[in-house]
């Protein structure tokens, strides 16, 4: 009778997963699964067996390697910037709370709460070359039209797309840093103190292996949406050279299927990007991720 | 000695605060004057004329209400469906060892690893073939993709610090499944289930690629609308529409803190 309040036993258990693990595993992997069949060219209206011609036009394009390393550097670029700033503020804040701490706190929500195209726009509005920044130099007499003022967004180099990518993300980050960096850090880092370790110390050897935990997936998730967001690309980036995620799908949205196959060829190499990025950082910061068994 | 080096550092760290506190306010202050101004353009640092018309105009078209209704309906779908699938997972989870928990999390969590692009085009050709093909309930569907993860950590959090024993307790005093469930459970997990919910929607309501390709251009949400706006549209229509995407997610935000501080002892 009070086996519907009682924790449910095993059976019961896999029944309550199970529509979760369905919808979010099932979803995701047929997605994952139509795409890699679509970029070998089976899809559905098309006849004929695998090819490989998607991948053979994609990476034969003059623009490609230009466009995935623009992509790619401006992935591991955001992401460095990201989660070291993160890292920084969540050490900052294992110090008693300043005054400021709730004010700062609650911007940082505010930031992560804005959906990424307007804070696009946003950016746009306020540091392009005739943006509300350029203005205020205009109107210090700095420069006398907005060409002058240096290409901050839709520039060469990505930088708009990366600070994007740092605004929006260090908010972020540092939210998954701040459950795991709570009392018992707090104390180990003290009892650091009192044995004479540097700041410098303290950050490497106690606080970095304590959130190592949240913050490698959470830099994984910023690399892999850096690498694969459309938003702040579209509007922060430029045509030359132009980031995967907009060629993949401007490709998609193309009537032919030739082009769609493109596309899905483009995001199989985002893809595989992710994982060895992974595979990668996996492999420099194991030593973290996985303790010794044991009382810890 | 110690202190001449010190003040140096001291003004430096403020530098940095106040710049990141800039970057992080200055854009926003921006959209919003942009929002309530008229003809504001280079070199103006302040808008010469402060108006509503503009927004009430954007406001007024039934394009722009009709953008906002599909994305309310869609976000709050999706806040329904994942708390009626999140439940009972969350439930049995709460219950399990820290380890289970960890690969349950990861498994639901992998999809937010992958770039959101190939994703969304995934999804896309997958629901060509259901009846759910450019339909608000694609959408739905879709949008459980991302948000699914957070509804089933966050009530997790929420069944581990409720008490199951006072749950035992109506159980053995003959309260029904309904009223253990009314009584008992809710208010004690009020507080984390609005922030649950609120976060739920945030997420829904942010997305732009997800609803554009599962919806297939049968859902059209106000980010859509200040998409198509970018090309050419004027500042004031943008900023009004940047406003209107942004508000709504802001104040399930705002809900959300309001919950957390309320409910935080719990």
């Given amino acids: 009778m009070s086996s519907g309040v009682a924790r449910s036993g095993h059976r019961g258990g896999l029944l309550g997963l199970a529509p979760v693990v369905l919808i979010v595993g099932g979803l995701s992997a047929a997605a994952l699964l139509a795409g890699l069949l679509a970029s070998v060219g089976i899809q559905a209206g098309r006849t004929g067996g695998p090819s490989l011609d998607a991948y053979r036009a994609v990476l034969g394009h003059p623009g490609f390697a230009t466009s995935y390393g623009f992509s790619v550097l401006v992935a591991s670029v955001g992401t460095a910037v990201a989660v070291s700033g993160a890292l920084l503020i969540g050490f900052r804040w294992t110090r008693p709370s300043g005054r400021w701490r709730t004010a700062k706190l609650g911007l940082l929500q505010l930031n992560l709460s804005v959906p990424h195209l307007v804070w696009a726009v946003a950016l746009l509005a306020t540091f392009s070359a005739s943006g509300w920044v350029a203005r205020v130099v205009t109107g210090l007499g700095l420069i006398d039209r907005p060409a002058q003022f240096p290409a901050l967004i839709n520039d060469r180099w990505g930088i708009g797309i990366i600070a994007h990518v740092v605004s929006k993300e260090i908010p972020f980050i540092v939210m998954t840093l701040l459950p795991v960096s709570g009392r018992s850090t707090r104390a180990q880092l003290e009892q650091a103190t009192v044995l004479g370790a540097s700041a410098g110390d303290r950050f490497l050897h106690v606080y970095l292996p304590a959130v190592a935990p949240a913050v490698v997936p959470a830099g994984l998730a910023v690399f892999a949406f850096s690498l694969g967001a459309f938003e702040p690309a579209a509007v922060l980036g430029v045509e030359n050279p132009r980031s995967l995620a907009v060629v993949a799908l401007d490709r998609f949205r193309a009537p032919d299927l030739a082009a769609r196959a493109e596309a899905f060829a483009i995001s199989t190499v985002l893809l595989a990007t992710c994982l060895v990025a992974g595979a990668l950082v996996w492999s420099l910061t194991r030593r973290w991720l996985v303790r010794p068994a044991g009382p810890s | ?266």
């Fill in chain 2, 1 to 266: 000695m110690r202190a001449a080096t010190r003040a140096p550092v001291r003004a430096g760290s403020f530098a940095v605060q106040l710049i990141a506190v800039s970057v992080l306010v200055l854009p926003l202050l921006v959209v919003t004057l942009q929002a309530v101004s008229r003809g504001w353009f280079y070199p103006d640092v302040l808008p010469r004329e402060l108006t509503f018309d503009p927004a009430g105009e954007v406001l007024g078209r039934r394009r722009t209400l009709a953008a906002l209704a599909d994305g309310l309906a869609v976000g709050a779908s999706v806040t329904v469906v994942a708390f009626i699938v999140g439940w009972p997972a969350a439930r049995v989870l709460a219950g399990r060892s820290l380890r289970a928990r960890g690969l349950v999390f990861g498994v639901l969590f992998l999809p937010s690893l992958l770039p959101a692009v190939g994703l969304a085009m995934g999804v896309n050709i997958v629901l060509l073939h259901t009846p759910l093909r450019s339909s608000m309930g694609g959408v739905v569907v879709a949008h459980l993709v991302p948000t699914l993860p957070y509804a089933v950590a966050l009530l997790t959090a929420v069944f581990v610090r409720t008490d199951v024993d006072q749950e035992r307790q109506a159980a053995v005093l003959g309260a029904s499944p309904w009223q253990r469930f009314r009584m008992v459970t809710l208010p004690a997990a009020a507080g984390g289930l609005a922030v649950a919910a609120a976060l739920v929607f945030l997420v829904s309501w942010s997305q732009y690629l997800l609803t554009l390709l599962a919806g297939g251009g049968q859902v059209v949400t106000i980010t859509m609308l200040l998409f198509s706006a970018l090309s050419g549209g004027n500042p004031t229509t943008i900023a009004v529409l940047a406003l209107c995407a942004a508000l709504p997610s802001v104040g399930a935000l705002a809900v959300a803190s309001v919950c957390l501080r309320e409910g935080g002892g719990r």
